[in-house]
């Protein structure tokens, strides 16, 4: 039995939308057991998410309706993400090459650009704060993920999700080739710097000084505030899935439209995206967290990176 | 086009492929010194560097069947990962260490002027299209790449470390260099190029002692200060 292509994307979508708190959750639980706590319950998330929406909700004063929108404006553009990106597949689904990485990129921003806006309307301070230093440090990485795209398009001929990630799968030669290994570690810590992780920013902190995403949430409640948080876990797992399915680990991927192959995939990815997490809590628990304004040095290196992999490739070297 | 059709043209066998990666490591140690805070850790990314270097030839050794170059990778090995930054580290230890670093730009200026050299050592130095058995020709313009960046290294650090350690790490880049134009060198030559290298230890040791004996600090910004 062959599943319809329509229904594979709408699992694509889906997949996202019931796993993401579930490996935030498993995370979280990872993190506390590194640092010799037990940590909350697993499904946790899932919990917090069904307690905020039966909260009610309380809009600060100053506040329009675009304080109201935001928050179901950014999940909204990250789980159309999932539609350009090989989440199960291996071939393209129907839309799936209707934009390409940049268009991704743009649908991510736009959410975040959504909450920006939201949390700049409250007045008052520290969600503005958030709001200002997350524009500005996007504007700092953007760059980078520019030139990553690039390399995608130098190796590919193109600049879909999917081509680099039967390219990757091609050949073991091009996997290790000097200039997609550049990538892989440029994106990495791209992903690091989106989903707020040190040494960009404490995402379990309290503290206002470093706060950068954190701070863009405090004044959401209720359905509103479950919205934004789960907004950040579809856009962390999200990040995930690009950073597997097309850089570093297409495999695993369905390559059939049979219903078995397709629940294998679900499985695998979550197995991967928990390893790739896993990666990066074991950073969080090992490193410290560079001051703000150090800030610049991490995105000059992530910068390096990416813009050496351009220069190895045109030099032929790729 | 497929991807597997590309990959197979651009003809990247997982030898030069290997070759290249190190190569490129050998850049990223440098750009790594030019933004460490601590001499300390300058010297010791120039051993990780000086590893890379011997693998390299160790792997040029391999696959080209030159065993002349192990000699070269043995004494690579016991004086540029070992002796050479332990006697560095000496030096350091026996000074007064300045605790504010040295960088005369921020460091993201450095690195972005860092690019740029790369850029220019990678393709002009590239177009020259040096003919190498040993090792893919565009390595040649990495390693100059690599040598204009040590030469970063040594304008844009204010410190007497800094500064020996830009020129050992020219040391390295030119090494690579060689590789890529003459890895069948006699071995006699080889050997020359490492006396050369103990001569500028001994010249940089004695440097770093005066000066820090006259100033009082490693930092060669006092250098510019009239003295009465």
């Known amino acids: 039995m062959a599943l319809s292509p329509v229904v594979i994307q709408a699992a694509q979508v889906l997949t996202v939308a019931v796993f993401a708190p579930f490996v935030s959750g498993v995370l979280a639980k990872i993190e506390a057991l590194g640092q010799g706590r037990r940590g909350p319950r697993v499904l946790q998330p899932y919990y917090d998410l069904v307690k905020l929406l039966r909260k009610e909700i309380l809009v600060p004063e100053p506040a329009s309706w675009v304080f109201l929108v935001a928050p179901a404006l950014a999940v909204a553009c990250f789980l159309t993400v999932p539609i350009l990106i090989p989440v199960l597949t291996s071939y393209p689904l129907p839309l799936g090459i209707m934009g390409d990485i940049l268009a991704g990129g743009f649908v991510l921003s736009l959410g975040g650009f959504a909450l920006a806006l939201g949390s700049a309307e409250t007045g008052s301070p520290y969600p503005q704060l958030g709001s200002s230093r997350a524009m500005t440090f996007g504007a700092l990485i953007e760059p980078a993920i520019l030139f990553v795209t690039f390399t995608v398009a130098l190796t590919t001929g193109t600049d879909l999700p999917y081509a680099e990630g039967d390219a990757v799968r091609a050949s073991l030669a091009q996997a290790l080739s000097p200039a997609h290994v550049l990538v892989m570690v440029a994106f990495f810590l791209v992903v690091l710097n989106d989903t707020g992780r040190i040494p960009v920013e404490t995402h379990a902190s309290t503290l206002e000084l470093g706060m950068i995403d954190e701070a863009r949430t405090m004044e959401w409640s209720g359905p509103l505030l479950a919205l934004v948080r789960f907004g950040s876990m579809v ?67 992530v910068f390096l990176l990416a813009v050496l992999a351009v220069m190895v490739d045109l030099a032929g070297l790729g | ?181 003459a890895a069948g060198l006699p071995l006699i030559v080889e050997v020359a190029f490492f006396f050369d290298l103990l001569v500028a230890v001994v010249v940089f040791g004695v440097l770093m002692r005066v000066h820090h004996r006259r100033t009082g600090t490693l930092s060669t910004s006092a250098l510019d200060e009239l003295r009465g």
């Open chain 2, 1 to 181: 086009m497929s991807p597997g059709v590309l990959a197979a043209e651009s003809g990247v066998g997982s030898f030069q492929s290997f070759s290249v990666a190190l190569t490129v490591a050998v850049l990223l140690c440098e750009f790594a010194m030019l933004r460490a805070p601590l001499s300390r850790s300058q010297v010791r990314i120039y051993a990780v560097q000086s590893l890379l270097v011997s693998g390299l030839a160790a792997d040029v050794a391999i696959a080209r069947h030159i065993p002349d170059l192990f000699a070269i990778v043995g004494l690579s090995l016991v004086l540029k990962v070992v002796v050479i930054p332990l006697i560095v580290l000496r030096l350091i230890s026996e000074a007064v260490v300045d605790l504010v670093p040295s960088h005369r730009l921020g460091v993201a200026t450095m690195v972005l002027l860092g690019l740029v050299a790369a850029g220019i050592g990678l393709f002009v130095v590239g177009a020259v299209h040096v003919h190498s058995r040993t090792l893919p020709t565009a390595s040649f313009g990495l390693s100059a790449s690599a040598v204009l960046v040590a030469f970063l290294l040594v304008v844009l650090r204010a410190d007497v470390v800094s500064q020996a350690v830009g020129f050992f790490a020219l040391e390295n880049a030119i090494s690579v260099a060689s590789l890529v134009v």
């Open chain 1, 235 to 301: 856009k962390q797992f999200v990040l995930y899935v690009i950073l597997i399915d097309v850089f570093t680990a297409p495999w695993g991927l369905a390559g059939s439209r049979s219903p078995g192959a397709i629940g294998l995939a679900v499985v695998a990815l979550i197995g991967k995206a928990l390893a790739v997490g896993t990666v990066f809590t074991l950073i969080d628990n090992s490193f410290s967290k560079l001051r703000l304004f150090k800030l610049t040095e991490f995105m000059a290196a």
